[in-house]
Nanobody, 126 residues
Framework: QVQLVESGGGSVQAGGSLRLSCVVF????????MGWFRQAPGKEREGVAV???????TYADAVKGRFTISQDNAKNSLYLQMNSLKPEDTAMYYC????????????????????WGQGTQVTVSS
């Protein structure tokens, strides 16, 4: 059974930084697609950043230049370094993964991923 476990959320002031981590359990190989998604209260879940097994990355426009996604295949782990945080980044952040093919134009679409973590809260105060 595949399990994703996130950590690293917390509260920070605007301009600060946080690093999220996600570990995949129960899958012997590297996931082909892994990413970070977020959901703010009253809003739909949205893609933040995703990466392929080859390290090709895609970012949402709202986080480009501030967030960096990375992975460690040997540790089945995914990371999100978040810098210059803004109050509008406040949300529950979820790690997602899948090994089935996902078209390049759909990689930030939450419904493309079958495996999800429970989420970690990020709160940015002004």
């Amino acid at each position: 059974q595949v399990q994703l476990v996130e950590s690293g959320g917390g509260s920070v002031q605007a301009g600060g930084s946080l690093r999220l981590s996600c570990v995949v359990f129960g899958y012997a190989y590297s996931m082909n697609f892994m990413g970070w998604f977020r959901q703010a209260p009253g809003k739909e879940r949205e893609g933040v950043a995703v990466t392929t097994g080859e390290g090709r990355t895609t970012y949402a426009d709202a986080v480009k230049g501030r967030f960096t996604i990375s992975q460690d295949n040997a540790k089945n782990s995914l990371y999100l370094q978040m810098n210059s945080l803004k109050p509008e980044d406040t949300a529950m952040y979820y790690c997602a993964a899948d090994y089935w093919p996902i078209a390049e134009g759909a990689r930030l679409v939450p419904t493309q991923y079958r495996y999800w973590g429970q989420g970690t809260q990020v709160t940015v105060s002004s």
